[in-house]
């Protein structure tokens, strides 16, 4: 359940305007988690190839296209049955 707030918390922080990039110390804030379980979430869903990050914990980027294909694969399972 960790990983979900995690990934929330990002996908609530992205926005076409964005004026600067979020903290780690932020997202585990508005995750409700604090920097070391968020931290290890990251590093899970890195694991598992869902979510990549850059930058430093100061400033972080996100890239979040393994979690959208893995979410369209499982969306094409369920289309199929």
Do not use: Y
């Not at 780690?24 to 804030?29: K, M, S």
């Not at 979510?51 to 296209?65: C, K, R």
């Amino acid at each position: 359940m960790s990983e979900l707030v995690a990934v929330l918390a990002i996908v609530d922080f992205r926005r076409p305007q964005l004026n600067r990039k979020p903290s780690l110390d932020h997202l585990a804030r508005l995750a409700g988690l604090t920097d070391d379980r968020f931290r290890a979430c990251l590093r899970s869903l890195k694991d598992r190839k869902l979510v990549v990050w850059s930058g430093t914990e100061e400033a972080m980027d996100f890239d979040l296209s393994g979690l959208i294909l893995s979410v369209n694969k499982l969306t094409d399972r369920i289309d199929e049955e």
